[in-house]
């Protein structure tokens, strides 16, 4: 995607993350930032994430209509629960006062090659609609994860997906930042909500975070954080509440560096295959489907990880014909100055206690001095 310059130029892209909305007083507060933000003068593009839950309880009704149901059909439900987001803050906008125009998925500018097997990949951008956009309100509501598919309908970017609308954004733009808000302000040694000690990362490399999103980290979205590397956009994560404080941020300027961190996947999937020659079948099959893969190195056993959850592993395997046997086992990960360490722990209980021990030692490390 090349950069962009339009008239009415956007100052910011702001993604706000589905923790954001968690009631109506979110959707306020939310509203108010952004208002301060349009009176000092800034046009702002918001991308939306639907309410906690929303995208998932959209498919948890799609399987109890049809248990087998398809990721194709998926692609036409899971991303309104990000439009009704944008909806709804676009209520809580213009309740404040604030000029605000919605564009809906396949109008947001992005296009995407309109996959619907897997997640649709972006292909370009089209400055048309923000441009129009912009000259009627200074700010621009659009719902996150989707991507015009080529014929005029929204195709769906994936789970987690509403950060890449934000930086394919951000980069197509021409931004230098894209601020990214969400219920932590920035990425932690270890999951905050499991791990309670875990410290904030004050700066992180591009090559930090996609390490710890490919290992299961549901921090930031991978293949967002790669995209602001191709356009050299810094991310600056941000608390979605109160003062909305500035955290973490991501740029290149650490790269080469490496964090420590641990990674606690608990929606991890393993699968075990009876021979070597299976596994890389399976691993080749779940990796054209877009999904995250590691391969624990275990003498006499033959695994498979796909990090990070929301995948039907069983399916994947089934429709290749792949008789593997999906196990207990969850994947922790212990990134050491940025070389990952792969455990398999039997159950997630095990995973838990193991993560903690390996940030406690983590802990100990730092506070000795080199
Ligand atoms: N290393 C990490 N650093 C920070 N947060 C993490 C990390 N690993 C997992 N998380 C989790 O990511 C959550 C934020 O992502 P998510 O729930 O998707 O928020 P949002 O809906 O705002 O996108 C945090 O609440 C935290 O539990
Ligand atoms: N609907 C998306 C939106 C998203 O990216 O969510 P969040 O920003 O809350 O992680 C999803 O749940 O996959």
């Not at 956007?10 to 930032?33: E, M």
């Not at 564009?103 to 997640?119: C, E, F, I, P």
């Not at 398999?344 to 406690?360: I, Y």
Request: hydrophobic share 40%; aromatic share 4%; glycine share 12%.
């Amino acid at each position: 995607m090349s950069s962009t310059t339009i008239d009415h130029r956007p100052t910011g892209v702001l993604k706000f993350g589905g923790s954001s909305f968690a009631s109506a007083a979110h959707y306020r507060d939310v509203a108010a930032h952004i208002s301060a933000r349009v009176e000092a003068g800034e046009r702002l593009v918001v991308v939306v994430s639907g309410m906690p839950g929303a995208t998932e309880g959209l498919r948890e009704i799609a399987r109890s209509i049809d248990p087998g149901v398809s990721v194709e059909a998926l692609h036409g439900v899971l991303p309104l629960a990000d439009t009704i987001g944008a909806g709804l803050l676009r209520i809580a906008l213009r309740s404040k006062g604030v000029d605000a125009v919605m564009l809906h998925g396949d109008r947001t500018g992005l296009r995407s090659d309109g996959t619907r097997h897997k997640a649709a990949t972006l292909t370009g951008f089209d400055p048309g609609p923000l441009q129009e956009a912009f000259t009627r309100a200074p700010v621009v509501v659009l719902p996150g994860g989707q991507a015009d598919d080529g014929g005029g309908t929204p195709a769906w970017l994936g789970k987690n997906s509403s950060d890449l609308s934000a930086t394919a954004l951000a980069g197509a733009l021409g931004l230098k930042t894209c601020e990214i808000y969400s219920d932590v302000n920035g990425v932690y040694d270890a999951d905050p909500r499991l791990v309670p000690e875990a410290r904030r990362i004050p700066a992180l490399s591009y090559e930090d975070v996609v390490l710890l999103g490919r290992h299961g980290a549901k921090v930031l979205h991978p293949e967002a954080v790669r995209t602001a590397q191709r356009h050299s956009v810094q991310i600056v994560c941000r608390l979605n509440t109160g003062e909305f404080e500035a955290g973490s941020v991501i740029d290149g300027v650490g790269d080469g560096i490496g964090v420590d961190a641990v990674i606690i996947d608990a929606r991890s999937v393993v699968a075990e295959f009876g021979t070597s020659s299976e596994a890389e079948l399976a691993l080749a099959a779940l990796e054209s489907a877009g999904v995250s893969v590691s391969v624990p190195d275990w003498p006499g056993r033959h695994l498979v990880v796909v990090n990070g959850g929301f995948f039907d592993v069983r399916r994947c395997l089934d429709e290749n014909g792949l008789t593997g046997e999906i196990t207990e086992e969850r994947m922790v990960t212990e990134v050491r100055s940025g070389h990952p360490v792969l455990h398999v722990a039997p159950t997630e209980a095990s995973a838990l206690d193991w993560g903690h021990r390996l940030h406690a030692d983590l802990r100990d490390r730092a506070s000795v001095p080199a």
